[in-house]
Nanobody, 123 residues
Framework: QVQPVESGGGLVQAGGSLRLSCATS????????MGWFRQAPGKEREFVAA????????LYADSVKDRFTVSRDNVKNTVYLQMSSLKAEDTAVYYC????????????????WGQGTQVTVSL
């Protein structure tokens, strides 16, 4: 399977916005739920958001609810994470991954991970 490729990270001031993208092949994307996770320095990887193949089922971590929006384009084989009202604690490497079945916050359910994109939020 083709590894997903994340993009769109960067340096942003607190309160700002960024849009992350994760592109992969149809074989990796079709029928799969897609999830976003993040890992800050010295911390474990944590769940951010996930979306089902149809887009009808969406999950968010409490820490990002009402600030982040996950979406997908099944024609472009791409999943997005729109991040707004960013905080310093959102600083992390953001990863996307694919999982069979329904979206889940459980990382071991995801079998195909990207290399990540760095998001840094300055005060």
């Amino acid at each position: 399977q083709v590894q997903p490729v994340e993009s769109g990270g960067g340096l942003v001031q607190a309160g700002g916005s960024l849009r992350l993208s994760c592109a992969t092949s149809e074989r990796t994307f079709s029928g799969y739920a897609m999830g976003w996770f993040r890992q800050a320095p010295g911390k474990e990887r944590e769940f951010v958001a996930a979306i089902s193949w149809s887009g009808s089922d969406i999950l968010y971590a409490d820490s990002v609810k009402d600030r982040f929006t996950v979406s997908r384009d099944n024609v472009k084989n791409t999943v997005y994470l729109q991040m707004s009202s960013l905080k310093a604690e959102d600083t992390a490497v953001y990863y996307c991954a694919a999982a069979l079945g329904l979206p889940t916050p459980v990382s071991y359910r995801y079998t195909n991970w990207g290399q990540g994109t760095q998001v840094t939020v300055s005060l």
